[in-house]
């Protein structure tokens, strides 16, 4: 399994960004998807996930309200939609699969794959 992440880039406080993740290879059905950030010298913190099945999504308490992701499973795509960025936002956001997952669970050792980060800054 690969995960090709795109889309990060340089803001301003207030504006928006769209993330994108695609998966390759034998995924089967049922997984999750995730995102995590870590910024320069902090700890990797996790931001949203959401499965395939049912659907379900789950946010880091900083993003909600802010940040919204959904999936288009044909395409084993999924997007993290980031409104109101901030500077506290500015990090390297890497998307991660959990093959054997049903929850969206926020515990980034449930996840088998991780793709290359996307660098995203958020100048204010």
């Known amino acids: 399994v690969q995960l090709q992440a795109s889309g990060g880039g340089l803001v301003q406080a207030g504006g928006s960004l769209r993330l994108s993740c695609a998966a390759s290879?034998?995924?089967?059905?049922?997984?999750?998807m995730g995102w995590f950030r870590q910024a320069p010298g902090k700890e990797r913190e996790f931001v949203a996930a959401?499965?395939?099945?049912?659907?379900?999504?789950n946010y880091g308490d900083s993003v909600k309200g802010r940040f919204t992701i959904s999936s288009d499973n044909a395409r084993k795509t999924v997007y993290l939609q980031m409104n109101n960025l901030k500077s506290e936002d500015t990090a390297v956001y890497s998307c991660?699969?959990?093959?054997?997952?049903?929850?969206?669970?926020?515990?980034?050792?449930?996840?088998?794959?991780w793709g290359r980060g996307t660098q995203v800054t958020v100048s204010s």
């Open positions: 991660a699969l959990d093959l054997s997952g049903r929850v969206a669970s926020s515990d980034q050792y449930r996840y088998d794959y």
């Open positions: 290879g034998r995924t089967g059905s049922s997984y999750v």
């Open positions: 959401i499965g395939s099945h049912f659907e379900t999504t």
